[in-house]
C-alpha cells in the first residue's frame, strides 16, 4: 500500500508537473556527474597541495560520556565525537544552487583523510551499529569536514598518594602517524570550544573538572611532528569511602574501647574482643586494596587503616599490661590456685621453707643455743622480706609518670611485686588506674590524629604540573 502511493505520487508529479519532475531528474544526474568528476584521476594516497603548502588540521571534539577509570590499569575510557577540518583543493566544484554535499562513510574510503591516531591511545574503536557512525562534509572550495563517534581508551598514570581523596589528570595525545609539520599541522579549532563536555556526563566515583589543552610539538625519526593535547582535571568523590571504609573502621575502634570497661578478672572477654576488632580491620584492609594496584607507597587510605590497626592493638596490649601488673587474685580474695600448689608441695607434703618453726619446738628439739640463735635470725629474716615490698611500693609511687610507665613497658619484675604486695588482698582487684586512665586517653589521642589526618589530606594539596613541552614519538 505504501509502495503504490508512493509510486502514484512520483508518477502524478511527474505528469502534472513535467517541468518540476525534469528539474529533480536533472538535479540528480548533475550531482551524480559532479562526484563523478571529483573522484575522476583523484589518488587518496597523496595529501593535498603536497610540494608546495602544510596541510592545517582543525579539530575539536565532544565528550558524550565519561568512564570508567581504573586505578588497578591506570586507564580511562570515554566516548567521543572527534571532528576533524582541512581543505582539498581537487574536491572543489560548482554546481548551481549546491555548496556541500553530505556524504556517507563509503565516500571517505576514495579520499585523503589525516592519519590521526591517539598517542597514549589503547583499545579505541569506531561504532558501526546500525551504521559505521562517521560522515564527511565537503564545500565547494573544497574543504572537508568529517565526523566520527569514537570510543577512546587511553592510558593515566596516576598518583594515588592521597587516595581516595586525590585528584587526577588524565591526558589525550592526538598526532599523526607519519607526517612531519612540514606535511600536516594539527590546531585546535578557533572560534568554538576545543573540548566540549555534554550536559549529562556523570561518573560514580569523580567529578568532571576544568580541561586544558594545548598545541605542543614533538619528535620522531622523520623529525619534528604536530600533537594536540588534552588534560582532563578530575577529583575523586569521598562518600563511597566515608560509608564503605571510614565509618566502619572508627565503629570497629571505638568497640575495642569497650574492653577498658570490662571488668580485668575477665580475660577472655577482654582478650576476644580484642583480637576480633583487629581481625575485622584487617578484613577491611584487604578488601580495599584488591582493586588498587601494588603501588610501593603508602595511600591516604593506608595511613588511616594503619592508625586504626595501632589503636586496636595499643587496647589490647593495655589489657596484658593490666592483667601481669595489677591482677592480683580472684576477686572473692585469697590465693589462686597455682599460688596454692606452689604453697603445697608436690606430694601434699608442707615444705619447710615455707615459713620457719616455731619456737616452742625450737625450745623443746633444739638445746644448743647457737642453733636456736640461727633460727630466730632466719624468722626474722622472712619478716623482713614480707615487710620489704611495701617499702618498694612506696618507692615507686613517688616516682614520674614517665617512669613508672617505662617500668611498666620493660616488664620490671620488682615493679610489679611492688605494684602486688601494695594492694588489698581482701578487697580483691578493683577497677586498675591504667584502665581508668585509657579511657580518656585514646578517644582524645585518637580525635586528634584524625582532625589532623583530614586537615592534611583535604587541605594541603600538590601542585600538578602539566608537561606541555616537546616530547618525543617513535
Given at each position: ?11 502524478f508529479t511527474?505528469?502534472l508537473?513535467?517541468g518540476?519532475?525534469?528539474a ?8 551524480t ?12 594516497e ?8 602544510t ?5 575539536n571534539?565532544?565528550?558524550?560520556s565519561?568512564?570508567?577509570?581504573s586505578e588497578n590499569d ?5 566516548q567521543?565525537?572527534f ?11 560548482n ?10 562513510n ?12 591517539f598517542?597514549?591511545g589503547?583499545?579505541?574503536?569506531l561504532?558501526?551499529?546500525t ?11 573544497g574543504n ?10 587511553a592510558?593515566c ?10 585528584a587526577q589528570?588524565?591526558p ?14 594539527y ?5 568554538a570550544?576545543?573540548v566540549?563536555v ?7 566515583q569523580?567529578?568532571m ?11 620522531s625519526?622523520l623529525g ?5 593535547c588534552?588534560?582532563m582535571?578530575?577529583r ?8 564503605e571504609?571510614?565509618?566502619p573502621?572508627?565503629?570497629i575502634?571505638s ?18 574482643l ?8 584487617a578484613?577491611?584492609g584487604?578488601t ?9 607507597y603508602?595511600?591516604a587510605?593506608?595511613?588511616f587503616?594503619?592508625?586504626?590497626l595501632?589503636y586496636?592493638m595499643?587496647?589490647l ?11 592480683l587474685?580472684?576477686k572473692e ?5 597455682e599460688e596454692?600448689?606452689?604453697?603445697e ?7 619447710e ?17 647457737r642453733e636456736?640463735?640461727t ?10 622480706v614480707?615487710?620489704?615490698p611495701?617499702s ?8 614520674s609518670c ?7 613497658l620493660?616488664?620490671n ?11 588489698d ?14 579511657r580518656?586517653?585514646f ?9 589532623i589526618?583530614?586537615f ?7 601542585e ?9 614519538t617513535t
Amino acid at each position: 500500500m505504501e509502495r503504490s502511493t508512493v509510486f502514484l505520487t512520483f508518477i502524478f508529479t511527474v505528469l502534472l508537473w513535467p517541468g518540476r519532475g525534469v528539474a529533480m531528474l536533472s538535479d540528480h544526474t548533475t550531482v551524480t556527474r559532479v562526484l563523478d568528476n571529483l573522484l575522476s584521476g583523484y589518488n587518496k594516497e597523496v595529501r593535498p597541495g603536497i610540494g608546495r603548502q602544510t596541510v592545517m588540521v582543525d579539530t575539536n571534539m565532544l565528550i558524550k560520556s565519561m568512564g570508567p577509570i581504573s586505578e588497578n590499569d591506570m586507564s580511562y575510557s570515554m566516548q567521543v565525537y572527534f571532528r576533524q577540518r582541512w581543505r582539498d583543493e581537487r574536491l572543489q566544484f560548482n554546481m548551481t544552487n549546491v555548496t556541500q554535499f553530505t556524504l556517507s562513510n563509503r565516500f571517505m574510503n576514495h579520499i585523503w583523510k589525516p592519519p590521526t591516531y591517539f598517542l597514549n591511545g589503547r583499545r579505541s574503536k569506531l561504532h558501526n551499529i546500525t551504521v559505521p557512525n562517521q560522515f564527511v562534509r565537503i564545500e565547494s572550495n573544497g574543504n572537508i569536514y568529517m565526523s566520527k563517534r569514537l570510543t577512546i581508551h587511553a592510558r593515566c598514570p596516576m598518583r594515588l598518594a592521597r587516595y581516595p581523596m586525590d585528584a587526577q589528570v588524565c591526558p589525550l595525545y592526538i598526532g599523526s602517524y607519519g607526517y612531519t609539520t612540514k606535511d600536516v599541522v594539527y590546531r585546535w579549532l578557533k572560534g568554538a570550544p576545543a573540548v566540549d563536555v555534554d550536559a549529562g556526563v556523570t561518573m560514580s566515583q569523580f567529578e568532571m573538572g576544568e580541561i586544558d589543552y594545548a598545541n605542543t610539538t614533538g619528535y620522531s625519526r622523520l623529525g619534528e611532528t604536530s600533537h594536540l593535547c588534552v588534560y582532563m582535571h578530575m577529583r575523586r568523590a569521598v562518600g563511597f569511602f566515608l560509608l564503605e571504609t571510614y565509618v566502619p573502621c572508627y565503629l570497629i575502634v571505638s568497640l575495642s574501647w569497650v574492653s577498658f570497661w570490662i571488668n580485668r578478672d575477665a580475660a577472655p572477654a577482654r582478650v576476644l574482643l580484642g583480637v576480633t576488632t583487629i581481625l575485622s580491620l584487617a578484613a577491611v584492609g584487604m578488601t580495599v586494596r584488591e582493586g588498587l594496584p601494588r603501588v610501593p607507597y603508602a595511600t591516604a587510605l593506608d595511613v588511616f587503616q594503619y592508625m586504626c590497626l595501632v589503636y586496636a592493638m595499643a587496647a589490647l596490649i593495655e589489657y596484658a599490661a593490666v592483667n601481669y601488673f595489677t591482677k592480683l587474685m580472684p576477686k572473692e580474695g585469697g590465693l589462686d590456685e597455682e599460688e596454692e600448689e606452689e604453697e603445697e608441695g608436690y606430694d601434699g607434703e608442707v615444705l619447710e621453707e615455707a615459713c620457719p618453726p616455731p619456737l616452742n619446738v625450737i625450745l623443746t628439739d633444739k638445746e644448743d643455743e647457737r642453733e636456736r640463735e640461727t633460727l630466730l635470725d632466719n624468722r626474722f629474716r622472712v619478716i623482713e622480706v614480707e615487710e620489704q615490698p611495701t617499702s618498694y611500693a612506696t618507692t615507686y609511687t613517688t616516682l614520674s609518670c614517665g617512669k613508672l610507665f617505662w617500668r611498666c613497658l620493660v616488664g620490671n619484675w620488682s615493679y610489679r611485686m611492688a605494684r602486688v604486695m601494695s594492694a588489698d588482698p581482701e578487697g580483691g582487684n578493683s577497677v586498675s588506674n591504667i584502665d581508668m586512665i585509657c579511657r580518656r586517653l585514646f578517644p582524645s589521642t585518637f580525635i586528634i590524629l584524625n582532625l589532623i589526618y583530614w586537615f592534611i589530606y583535604l587541605y594541603f594539596e600538590p601542585e600538578i604540573n602539566l608537561d606541555r613541552t616537546k616530547f618525543i614519538t617513535t
